[in-house]
Each structure stands twice: as structure tokens, then as C-alpha cells.
């Protein structure tokens, strides 16, 4: 990510009170994960301490630290989904993909994380890829669309 | 648009948006809530669009995408007014059929209408559903009607009539006074009077005084807040103005989802849309009472809904609550003043001072006053957003709502209020739905997940279930919380491994017990509640898992049914 766009996004956002988690948030969207270089000038800008920063950054687990697969996977294991077989359709894709929960291939092909409620429990057990849902997850359906990603 | 400046100017603008509005046209409502669109609403949609277009009935019907109607498990869900046919599981396939028979020809088409799995009657009119028949639809009903991205379409239905009542016809008090006698109670878990909270904000010292929509819904399970914010923004919105206006705020702030980019839009759009009208900023409707709004975003961890640590995240801080002993009302965002409640309990308050609390307190229970929204999921037939009477009994939920259990199985309870609630079982399902009946026994509503459990379901795994789910969103700041929910989960999970000890379920009361009385917030304290609640009722069930290494729900993947760890673990 260049120092341009970093820059413009504190900008915008400088002088609020309480703009650091806004700010990480709108990096990590445009950059898919936060580099070190950026949490260093996002501290020296806003001039809030490095270890502040980090402290936010690792706090929440939905900001990442490494980076991140070209398709991002989302098993909701919340209530309603467990309830309908989340954990099948979580031991399906961990057959498939090779990887665990908060983790990502070595060809960044593929990024897996459990989430907790789409607010699609209707639909449970719930998967996304890339930000497609899909309802009513089948071992055998999950299969053929991983299939389609490059 | 046109900025107005008195209620004058209102009331003619919403005179002039009715009278551009044929009464007799064909128009038809896409359901744009979460779940419809997972299940492909937009192909349905275009198909819509691209039939009228090849049909060139541009001028004839009219077209409106809509906030949730409800009735998820049948989505997509398509309703065809002036008559209200509601059609669902609606394919891009059936589209230029409804458009030839329903929306030109006035004629029902049977296949696509509600049939009755029991009775094999049909209904054609979405008010005939025993889905929706069977619910009072006060804050959500509207949300088959209105494109939430339309201002007038709001105003058009009534809207902001409440808070011109409230600014120009009461005083700050008397808007106060009525919340207060109407007894509403806060929906965000807590139950926790509306009115006297906004009169301790109110009466604290300091001029600058904040009031905060929690939009935060992080109960798993539980959709009801996001399908009314999304579907119907300007109704929270109207509620929170009327609100600081009451307490005397002039800065808001909406706290919400980051994964939901709908909801985030929607929000936007009815905040620049009001702001335009002059319904929000600098001298409202011309009353001189000014209010503001931001949109603050939560990133995903569950206890940032809780008040003080909702604060600590808009001031840019990591979400640790504080002791409770500080009330925020008093003392929140930067020591000031703030005033929080739950999405529903604003999207309440424009109800109230357009009908009146006398209207209002007749609804519902002694203490329990208005209507509830519920998330009904698990294993029910009819699964959605609902919206009942509070005292409504739990089985007219589950079964006269929501058709009752699917493929032939048996109830075997119903859970409330997620992580931090409690499971109730099949024998106590004429209970209420109450706050205070629930809470007394062991299964608060907490903000209205309401999970339908059948007998495929273990219920000591569910216990551990709920508490993996706390041990990763607990802050880890105090001690009781975060070690005591490890320990118990630790102990369970061995429980549902079969590796259970004598001694254990004793071991798992203490510890309960002393992150109940401990913990620094109610994360912590209500922690326990899962397992205690499911201990109480299906004691049976743990000692299965212990005793004879059997889970009976044949769930457990490590157990058999007739007993014994399996010979591969
Ligand atoms: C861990 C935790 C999470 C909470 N999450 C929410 C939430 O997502 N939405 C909500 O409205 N209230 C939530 N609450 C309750 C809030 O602390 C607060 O009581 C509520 O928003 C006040 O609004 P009300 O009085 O209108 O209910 C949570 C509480 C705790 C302890
Ligand atoms: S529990 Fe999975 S979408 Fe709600």
C-alpha cells in the first residue's frame, strides 16, 4: 500500500477524537491486512503512541497482522448455525483447503476464519466466500464451489 | 429538497408526496433483509426490472426494494400491493407469470402462495399467513412498505409527526414524563427502565450530554435489531432525536456493525436525507433545538455491546468495560453525560408519543409493557423475524408462529438471550414471554435470540458451545472472567469428550459461582448462566455424559449412544 493513499485516509479522519480504530479499519479494507510500516506512520500522524496502536491492532481479531489469502472464508459457528451442523461444514473446508481457523495457505490462495453470526441464522449453517453467502451449506456443494476459486 | 422550517412546512410536504401517490397502482415490494438476499433476491429483482422494461410498464407499476419482511425461511419473499399478495420462494423463472397474472391480470397464482404444511390451506395475502397473522406488527410491519432509502417514504407512512408533537406541543419533561409512565423497559438485554435512565442523563450536571444508539447486536443468533434498522432507519432515528431532545443532547452517535454494508448504507442515506430536510443540524423544524449525528463502527468482538465498553470504543479506545459503580449516564464518552439504549427501545419511542403511554402501557404485561421483536431460529418450521405482545406465551411462538418443529421431531426446549442466557425446558413452555417471568427462571431474554432446541441437540455440548464462544470475546481484563470461563470450558468440552470425572459438575458450580459474583461486567457474571440454566433442567443429560460415557442427543461425536467412549478415541 503506498504512502499516498495512508496518508489521504488520515487526513481525513485527523483531528477527530477517537479516529485510531476508524483509521485501521479503513487501511486494513483498502490493504486486506495492516503492515507494520503503516501502524508506525499511522503513530506518528495521528500522534498516538506505537504501542497504543499495537495494542488496538492486536486486540481485535479482525484486524490482521499478516497477510491474507486472495479468498477469504467465513464459517459462522454461531448458535444457530451449531445448532443446523456448523461443525461439518467447518471439517469440510479444513479437509479442502488444508488450513485451520485464522490461518492461510502458503500460496495465499485461500484465507479461513469462524465467525460468529452472519444474522442469517435462517439460512444456517451459513458459509461466505469473499462476501457471498451461502445458506444451508452441504458438504458435497461446498466442494464444487471451492473448486471455482483460482 | 427542500429544507422545512415548521411543522406547517411538514405537514405540506407530506400532503404533497401523498397526492403524487395513486392509491390504485400496482407496486411490488422485494424483501432486500439478509436472508432473502443470500437466497438470490437480486436475480429476482433484476428479473423484475427487465420484464417491466420488455413489457413497457415503466409507468404502470411501481417498484420498491424493502427492509426484511419477516418471513426468512420462505424467502425470497415478494409481496404485490394494493392487495398484498405475498408470494414466496420466488425464482427469477416465476417472474414474468406474476407480472402477467398477479400485477396486470388481478389474479392469484397458487403455486407461489403460503400453503399450510398441516391443513394444505393456502393464503394469498400476506396478512392471512399464520407467520404473520399470528404477530403484532408494530415496529416492523412497516418494513413491507417503505424503501428505507426514502425519506418520503417514511413521511409518506406518518413519519416524524411524533417528534414535531414532541418539539413544538411538549416540553423536554413532558416527553420525559410520558416515557416514564408508558414503563418502557430497554430491549438490549438488560430490561432496565428507558425513562428513569434518561432522566439521570438529564439531570446530570455538565452542558454537554450524549445519547447512542446501540446497534451493536453481537448475540449470536439474533437478527432483529439489524432487519429494523435496515429496513426502517428514519423510525430509530426519529426515536433517538425525540430522545435528546428529552434529555437534552445535542450529539448522537450510532454504534454498528462493520460486516453489514447495507445496514451501513442505510444509515448514511437517512442521515444526509434528514439532515437535508432540516430534520437533523441546526435549528430542527425550525424549534431551535439543534442534534447531530455520527456513525461509530464496531469491529467484531461481542463485549464492545456492552455500555461502558461501547463508550471506551467511540472515544478510539480498546472496549474494556468499567466497574458498574460508574453509571454512564452520569459519566461515559469523555466523562460526559451519556444516555445509551438498544435500537429497538428508540425505534419505540416515536409509537409512544404519537399514541399516547396510557395506549401503550395496555399492551403487554404488569411490568412488561409494548411488543418485543424475536429472532426465532434452530429447529422450527418457520424460522424469521417476529414481533409479539409481551406476555405473549412461548408456545404460541414456537408453534402458532412458528409451526412447530420440523421432520417429524420433538421439542425439547427453547433457549434465550445467547451467551448470556439460558435454556428453558418443553414442560415450562407456557411461560410467558416476560422479563422478569424469564429471568426468574434462569433464561433472561437478553436482547430476543430466541432458539428453538430439538432432541438432536445436546444440551451439555451446547453449554460448552456458548462458553467457547465467551472465551474468545471476553477482553481479558479481570481475572473471574477470563480464567473461570476457560476452566469451565475446559471441563465441559472433557465432559462431551466422555472423559468426565466424578466431582466435575460440583467443580463447575464453583467455579460458576465465582465468576457470577466476581466478574467485573455482566459479560463475566452472566457467563454461568448457559450451563447453570442447562444443569438445572437437564441434569440428566450431564450425568449420561459422565457416568455412563453416553450422549443421549447422539451428538457428541466422541460418545456412542448406549454408552462408553468409542474404541478409535
Ligand atoms: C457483553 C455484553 C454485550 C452486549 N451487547 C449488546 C448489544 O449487542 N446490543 C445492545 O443493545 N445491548 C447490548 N448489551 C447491553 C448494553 O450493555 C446496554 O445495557 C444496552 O445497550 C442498553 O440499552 P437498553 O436499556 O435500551 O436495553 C450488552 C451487554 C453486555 C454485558
Ligand atoms: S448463527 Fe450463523 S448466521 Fe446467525
Given at each position: 500500500m503506498d504512502n499516498d493513499s495512508i496518508d489521504q485516509i488520515i487526513d481525513k479522519q485527523r483531528g477527530k477524537p477517537g479516529s485510531l480504530i476508524q483509521v485501521l479499519m479503513e487501511i486494513q479494507d483498502k490493504n486486506q491486512w495492516l503492515p507494520r510500516e503503516a501502524l508506525e506512520k499511522v503513530s506518528e500522524k495521528l500522534e498516538v503512541p506505537l504501542s497504543r496502536v499495537l495494542r488496538i491492532a492486536t486486540f481485535y481479531k479482525t484486524f490482521k497482522l499478516i497477510p491474507e489469502g486472495r479468498h477469504k472464508i467465513h464459517i459462522c459457528t454461531g448458535t444457530a448455525c451449531h445448532v443446523r451442523g456448523a461443525q461439518r461444514v467447518l471439517d469440510t473446508v479444513q479437509d479442502l483447503t488444508g488450513i485451520k481457523p485464522g490461518e492461510t495457505d502458503p500460496d495465499l490462495k485461500f484465507s479461513l476464519e469462524t465467525v460468529n453470526c452472519?444474522?442469517?441464522?435462517?439460512?444456517?449453517p451459513v458459509l461466505e466466500i469473499d462476501g457471498k453467502t451461502f445458506g444451508k451449506a452441504a458438504p458435497a456443494e461446498i466442494a464444487d464451489e471451492l473448486k471455482k476459486y483460482e | 429538497m427542500a429544507r422545512i422550517s415548521s411543522v406547517a412546512e411538514l405537514e405540506e410536504l407530506r400532503k404533497d408526496i401523498l397526492s403524487k401517490r395513486e392509491p390504485g397502482k400496482p407496486w411490488i415490494a422485494f424483501c432486500g433483509g439478509i436472508g432473502c438476499l443470500c437466497l438470490g433476491n437480486d436475480r429476482v429483482i433484476s428479473a423484475f426490472a427487465e420484464e417491466i422494461r420488455k413489457q413497457s410498464l415503466e409507468a404502470k407499476v411501481g417498484l420498491r426494494m424493502t427492509g426484511c419482511h419477516g418471513f426468512c425461511e420462505k424467502g425470497p419473499s415478494v409481496v404485490i400491493y394494493p392487495e398484498e399478495v405475498c408470494y414466496l420462494e420466488v425464482t427469477p423463472e416465476d417472474v414474468p407469470e406474476i407480472i402477467a397474472q398477479t400485477v396486470v391480470g388481478k389474479k392469484v397464482i397458487d403455486r407461489l402462495v403460503y400453503t399450510d404444511p398441516k391443513t394444505g390451506e393456502k393464503a394469498a395475502h400476506l396478512f392471512e399467513i399464520p407467520f404473520y397473522r399470528n404477530q403484532t406488527r408494530f415496529l416492523i410491519g412497516n418494513n413491507p412498505r417503505i424503501?428505507?432509502?426514502s425519506i418520503d417514504d417514511y413521511l409518506a407512512a406518518g413519519g416524524y409527526s411524533a417528534l414535531a408533537k414532541a418539539l413544538f406541543e411538549m416540553s423536554p419533561e413532558q416527553v420525559l414524563a410520558e416515557i416514564k409512565k408508558a414503563n418502557l423497559r430497554g430491549?438490549?438485554?438488560?430490561?432496565?427502565p428507558a425513562g428513569l435512565k434518561w432522566e439521570t442523563a438529564r439531570n446530570a450536571p455538565g452542558e454537554e450530554k450524549y445519547v447512542i444508539v446501540n446497534?451493536?447486536?453481537?448475540?449470536?443468533?439474533?437478527?432483529m435489531d439489524r432487519a429494523l434498522f435496515t429496513g426502517n432507519p428514519h423510525c430509530v432515528l426519529e426515536g433517538l432525536i425525540i430522545g435528546a431532545y428529552a434529555i437534552g443532547a445535542h450529539q448522537g452517535f450510532i454504534y454498528t456493525r462493520h460486516d453489514n454494508p447495507q445496514l451501513r448504507e442505510n444509515i448514511d442515506i437517512a442521515l444526509a436525507q434528514a439532515k437535508e430536510y432540516g430534520l437533523l443540524g441546526e435549528n430542527i423544524l425550525g424549534s431551535g433545538f439543534n442534534f447531530n449525528v455520527e456513525v461509530h463502527l464496531d469491529i467484531g468482538i461481542f463485549v464492545s455491546g456492552e455500555s461502558s465498553a461501547l463508550m471506551r470504543s467511540i472515544e478510539g479506545k480498546a472496549p474494556e468495560p468499567r466497574p458498574k459503580y460508574i453509571r454512564t449516564s452520569v459519566?461515559?464518552?469523555?466523562e460526559k453525560p451519556s444516555n445509551l439504549n438498544n435500537v429497538e427501545t428508540w425505534a419505540n419511542v416515536p409509537m409512544i408519543i404519537n399514541k399516547g403511554s396510557a395506549w401503550y402501557a395496555g399492551i403487554g404485561t404488569e411490568r412488561s409493557k409494548g411488543t418485543k421483536l424475536i429472532s426465532l431460529s434452530g429447529k422450527v418450521c418457520n424460522t424469521g423475524v417476529v414481533e409479539v405482545p409481551l406476555g405473549t406465551p412461548l408456545k404460541e411462538i414456537v408453534y402458532g408462529i412458528g409451526g412447530g418443529i420440523p421432520n417429524g421431531k420433538k421439542l425439547k426446549a427453547v433457549h434465550f438471550g445467547g451467551p448470556m442466557g439460558g435454556s428453558l425446558p418443553e414442560s415450562l413452555i407456557d411461560t410467558p414471554l416476560d422479563f422478569d417471568a424469564l429471568a426468574k427462571l434462569g433464561a433472561p431474554m437478553g436482547a430476543g435470540a430466541m432458539l428453538v432446541i430439538d432432541e438432536d441437540t445436546c444440551m451439555v455440548d451446547l453449554a460448552r458451545h456458548f462458553l467457547e464462544f465467551l472465551a474468545g470475546e471476553s477482553c481479558g481484563k479481570c481475572v473471574p472472567c477470563r480464567e473461570g470461563i476457560r476452566q469451565m470450558l475446559k471441563i465441559l468440552t472433557r465432559i462431551t469428550k466422555g472423559k468426565g470425572k466424578e466431582g466435575d459438575l460440583e467443580l463447575l458450580e464453583e467455579l460458576a459461582g465465582v465468576t457470577r459474583e466476581a466478574a467485573l461486567c455482566a459479560l463475566g457474571r452472566s457467563a454461568p448462566n448457559p450451563f447453570l440454566s442447562t444443569l438445572k433442567y437437564f441434569r440428566d443429560e450431564y450425568e449420561a455424559h459422565i457416568k455412563e460415557k453416553r450422549c443421549p442427543a447422539l451428538s457428541c461425536k466422541e460418545l456412542s449412544a448406549s454408552g462408553g467412549a468409542k474404541k478409535n478415541e
Open positions: 452472519l444474522g442469517c441464522c435462517t439460512l444456517g | 424503501n428505507p432509502r430491549r438490549g438485554g438488560g430490561g432496565f446497534a451493536h447486536e453481537g448475540e449470536p443468533g439474533a437478527f459519566s461515559g464518552i469523555w
